[in-house]
């Protein structure tokens, strides 16, 4: 980074540095990663586009919502494939669909961004789960496996179903009132247990 940063501050410009310095494919990445805020606006300025689909995503995954909006700014492309990455962030996932994101999509490991949201630690009373839904998510899409804690595998796993297990009483009650398409029996006998009451009688109040 400090090679990068000492290499573009001599330079008259970021395209210039360019054309004198072969910089690596995932220049873009690493600066995200860092958190080089001035190094990444410096590339992008210069014309530099490699790889802004990975930069995208690392700036996902740190929170880095400067580069987030950066990157969208000089590639609104990047944005298609990468809402699964922004769950845990209400604001870049805001950003994302405003820039035309595919809502579901899905990650290397099956998941669209709804299904990873209900697997994951729901801190936002379900309010990225509503965005999406808003936004045309479908609910019925399924993940075709889902290995649990015992070594099973459960096949053909909704949104919904994994809103249940990892006890995620709001994503239940949004995509219930969604129409999610699971049956209350199905849905109890592949979900619930009886430590998840609250499970239970959110769906059995919703079917019956």
């Not at 400090?2 to 001599?10: G, M, N, P, S």
């Not at 790889?51 to 690392?58: G, I, K, M, N, V």
Request: proline residues 3%.
């Amino acid at each position: 980074m400090e090679v990068w940063r000492a290499y573009l501050t001599r330079s008259m410009s970021a395209r210039s540095a360019r054309s004198r310095l072969a910089l690596p494919e995932d220049a873009l990445e690493r600066a995200c990663i860092t958190g080089g805020g001035g190094v990444l606006h410096a590339l992008l300025m210069g014309g530099f586009r490699a790889r802004t689909d990975l930069a995208l995503s690392a700036a996902l995954r740190r929170g880095f919502l400067f580069a987030l909006r950066l990157l969208l700014l000089v590639d609104p492309t990047a944005a298609h494939g990468a809402l699964p990455d922004a769950v845990s962030d209400p604001l870049a996932v805001r950003e994302l669909i405003e820039a035309g994101a595919d809502v579901n999509a899905r990650d290397e490991h099956g998941y669209t961004a709804l299904m990873a949201n209900c697997a994951s630690a729901c801190t936002d009373g379900g309010a990225v789960v509503a965005m999406l839904l808003k936004a045309r998510a479908d609910p019925h899409l399924t993940l075709a496996e889902y290995e649990l804690s015992d070594g099973n595998v459960e096949y053909d796993v909704t949104a919904l179903w994994l809103a249940c297990r990892f006890e995620n009483v709001q994503c239940v009650r949004a995509l219930l009132a969604a129409g999610a398409a699971v049956s209350a029996s199905a849905l109890l006998e592949r979900a619930a247990n009886p430590r998840r009451s609250w499970c239970k009688v959110v769906v059995v109040r919703t079917f019956c």
